[in-house]
Every structure is written in C-alpha cells, then in structure tokens.
C-alpha cells in the first residue's frame, strides 16, 4: 500500500465536533457555533469595525437608507463606483440571521471602492420578526431591485453577491439569480440541521422545511463560480462547514475556489475586504474573471 500522504496526515484543523453531536450537551453545542466566545477579542472587533464603518458611512452620504421594500430594514446603503458599469460587490451581512445592520459594516466597501467597484449593502429584517424564509425572500427581493433600479442609483455593472457568516448561506442561496454572476461566500453556516438543537434557534425557530429548502448543502449545485473562504482560526464547525460545500460542489464539476485566509478568525477576516488589494477584493476580482 502507498504511504498517506503528509498534508493528511498534518492537517491542523480539529476534527469536526459535530461528528459526536449526540453525545454533546446544550452548552457544548451552542458552543460549536458561538463565535463571539470562539474569538477573546470579538468585543475589541466589533467596536472597531462599527467605529469605522460609521465613519466611512458618514462620508459616503448620497446612497444611503435607500429602500427595496417595505420594512424598517429592508433598504440598501450603496457605495457606487464613478463609472457606473463599473463591477458591484453586493455584501450581505451576518449575525446568525438575528443581529448586527448594514451600517456595521460599512468599512469593508473601502477597499472595492479604491479598486474601482461598487458596493451595495442590503438590510433584512432580523428574526424573530421574520422568519429565516422570509428573510431569503427578502434577499431575493432586493437582488431583484438592484438588477432594476441599480442603473438609476450609479450601479449598472455585474454583480458579485457576497456574505459572511449567516449573510454567506443567504449568499449561496442567491448565486441562482439572474442578476448574480458569482459568488463569494465567507466563514459561513451551509447546513442548519444543527443550528435548531442550539441557543440560536430560540428566535429562529427552524422548521424541517427551511432546514431542507435552505440548506446550501442539502440543495442542488450552482454551476455558477463560487469562492468560499474561511479564516484558518475559525471554529472548527464553520472550517467542515466550508470544506464540506467545496467538496460538494467541485463533486458537480461546479467551478470555484476553497480560499482558507491563515491566521484569520470570524470577525477579522473581513479585513480582507479593507484595501484595495487585500485577499478578498482578490478574490472577488477573481471571481469575475472568472465569469466572463
């Protein structure tokens, strides 16, 4: 028999927890997917990022608070490019589907910006007040308003839909849309069987339906370009989570990277987005690239 090769046997990441998750109680579960504990200095960056991101939003007036449909969230902020055929990142953000704004994460439009692109952040309406189908039918409701009335707002330019944490599974859920050629998706959740047996459900309150239908890795594969990235210090369940979508799709011949960041965890990641070449704006670049 031919020996292992090494990089199996050196792979650091730990084995996926949830591979024993029958014999895990409440609190170890919930701790599979707590990212706030996951990172010691998750408070010192989330007041930076939100620092930031206010002010770069305060500089950026014009396209601000615009609305895709009714709700009190349920609007964009827009970072439009001088050119308005110019690439749009669309970046969806996280906060297990229940927490954080668009305004939070307005500094990480810097960087496409000085790369030439426009960015365009979407809201949603935060569960419990909606469910996690409605706030995909929102995503979905928004996309369509960019690819419609984007062109009047300054962004008339291919789409590239991103999003982090739960904002990345509400990503690949869209890479389907007409509007989206592809799509980058970051330290996300693609499989929510176990998110129902934790904390995180008590305002989601998941349904077998949503768990089935919006899975990304319980559904069929886009074979639109698709790069999923995660910070090599993430919690190992989000680490398997990627993994494991990358290997689904590459299984359907779906074109797409697996971009692991090293030394990144959940929340400083995102300053791959920060500079104009920072590996995020790459990888988006790349992506579209590749699309065309």
Not at 144 to 154: I, K, Q, R, S, V
């Amino acid at each position: 028999m031919a020996p292992v090769p090494a990089f199996v046997l050196d792979d650091p990441t730990p084995p996926d927890p949830r591979r024993r998750w029958d014999g895990l109680d409440p609190a170890a579960r919930g701790a599979c997917y707590d990212n706030n504990a996951g990172v010691p200095d998750s408070a010192a960056q989330v007041a930076t990022r939100n620092a930031a991101s206010a002010t770069y939003r305060a500089a950026h007036p014009d396209g601000l608070d615009i609305p895709y449909a009714e709700g009190d969230r349920t609007a964009f902020d827009l970072y439009p490019a001088a050119d308005a055929q110019a690439p749009c990142l669309v970046f969806v953000h996280g906060g297990y589907w229940q927490r954080n704004a668009r305004a939070d994460f307005a500094c990480f439009a810097e960087g496409l910006n000085a790369a030439g692109w426009s960015v365009a952040m979407p809201g949603y309406t935060l569960a419990p007040d909606a469910s996690l189908a409605g706030i995909v039918a929102e995503i979905g409701a928004a996309l369509d308003w960019l690819a419609e009335d984007g062109p009047t707002n300054g962004i008339g330019g291919p789409i590239v839909l991103a999003g982090w944490s739960a904002g990345a599974q509400l990503a690949a859920l869209h890479l389907k849309h007409s509007a989206v050629v592809a799509a980058l998706v970051i330290s996300g959740v693609y499989d929510l069987a176990p998110i129902r047996e934790t904390y995180l459900n008590e305002k989601l309150r998941l349904t077998g339906a949503e768990i089935e239908t919006l899975s990304p890795l319980r559904l069929p594969v886009t074979a639109k370009p698709m790069t999923l990235a995660y910070g090599s210090r993430e919690l190992p369940a989000l680490i398997h989570d990627a993994r494991n979508f990358h290997a689904l799709r590459s299984a359907a011949h779906a074109p797409g990277a697996l971009l692991p960041v090293p030394g990144a965890d959940h929340f400083s990641i995102l300053n791959g987005f920060r500079r104009p070449d920072g590996i995020l704006v790459r990888a988006a670049q790349a992506l579209l690239g590749g699309a065309r």
